[in-house]
Every structure is written in C-alpha cells, then in structure tokens.
C-alpha cells in the first residue's frame, strides 16, 4: 500500500486538477462571450444550419484577440474578437467565416470538442502526474520525458482531428452552396499573415496542421469526389 500511495496522489491529483481546468474553461467562456449578431455572418450560418437540419448554429464572440475558433463540447462555437474584427475590416470574407465555423461544427459532430476540451485541460494534469509519477523513479529526466510523452499524444490526437474537421467541412460548405474554395483561400491568408509576422502564426493555425498539407488533403477530397 504504501509503495502504491504516490500513485495514487498523482491519480487524484491528475483528476481533480482535470475537473477543476475543465469547470474553469466553461466559465471562462461563458463570462467572455456573447452571441454573435452580424446579418450577413447570420445569413450564411443559417444556411448551414439549413444544410445539417438544424433551427440554428450557435455562435458566440469569445473576447479575446488571438485569432481563433473553437467549438465547446455542448456545440457552441466560439469566435474571438479578434477574428471577427478581421472579417469586418475586411480582410477575411463571411465565407471564410463561415468556413471556419463549418471545421469548428466538425469537430463538434465528430466528438472531438469532448476531447479537445480534455486537451485545453487535461493536457497540463497528465503532464503534472506523469511527472510527479516519472521523477520518482528516474529522478530529473522523468519530468522531461513527461512533457514530451504529453506533447507528442496531445499532437498526434489533433493531427488527425484536424484532418477529419476539414472533411467535415469541405462536405458542408458544398452542401450548402458555399463550395471548399472559402477554406483554401482562408489557408493561405492566414498562412500570408503569418509570414508578414516574422512567423508568428495566428493561433488557429498553430495548432492544425501545415497549411499546404491540408489544402492539397481538400484538392484530393475533391478530386475523389469528382470522380465519384
Ligand atoms: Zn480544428
């Protein structure tokens, strides 16, 4: 028993760590955001909603400035500030707006918002137990090799996730009339801002995968289509 107590503190830990970052993160969200009113956004998410069956798609501004989307577990999808901002001085169209909200819808119908939720915050007590559990046993080097087992897992799982969002996506978007080109050309904006940074990306891009990956995946997705 005694040998198992360190154990199972970092188990404990680790959980009640995760429910307290999850708890955190919903309230968060719902003290920083409002739904979003914007008639033209609101005319081409409708048609989304009309294409999926549904009255509406919920979407909310997130009052932060880093561009971003993000979809919460119960099917909300979040914009931030500053993406939208981007939109109404033009430098990014409703349809590219509403290209990010279909990959955000994605990850909602694929059961990925649970896990990403998991990833926002379980990700920091998986690396807290691992290490407390690692620097037992291999004192100094365990702490290391916890973040990069945390780190390597957490990529791996969006990667694909990533992937499956624009599948998603690309079906939707023709679906309902707006066609995959809205994606692409989001893509390559947001990889164009990127360079004009000093390669600083804007955090969507950062944590999805390579923008010319994932526009040649859509350019197969089509062509597969095509010939179907
Ligand atoms: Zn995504």
Known sequence: MLRLTPILLAVLYALVFYRFSVWRTHRE??????ELADPELKRLTDRLAAALDLA????????????????????RIFIT???????????VTGEEMASVIAHELGHVALGHARRRM???????????????????????????????????????????????????AAA???KAGIGTEPQKSLFRKLEALTQSRAGVAPAWLLSH??????IAALEALENRWNRG
């Open 29 to 34: 969200l719902d003290q920083r955001s409002t």
């Open 209 to 214: 995968p390579k923008t010319n990956e994932r």
């Open 172 to 174: 939707l978007l023709t």
């Open 118 to 168: 998991i990833d926002f915050s379980g990700q920091n007590a998986m690396r807290t137990a691992l290490a407390m559990l690692l620097g037992r046993f291999i004192p100094f080097v365990g702490v290391w090799i916890a973040n990069g087992l945390t780190t390597l897992l957490a990529a791996r799982l969006s990667r694909a996730d990533e992937y499956e969002a624009d599948e998603y």
């Open 56 to 75: 509406r798609v919920p979407v909310y501004i997130y009052e932060i400035d880093p561009v971003n989307g993000l979809a919460a577990p119960d099917g």
């Open 81 to 91: 500030r500053g993406f939208y901002r981007k939109f109404r001085n033009g430098e």
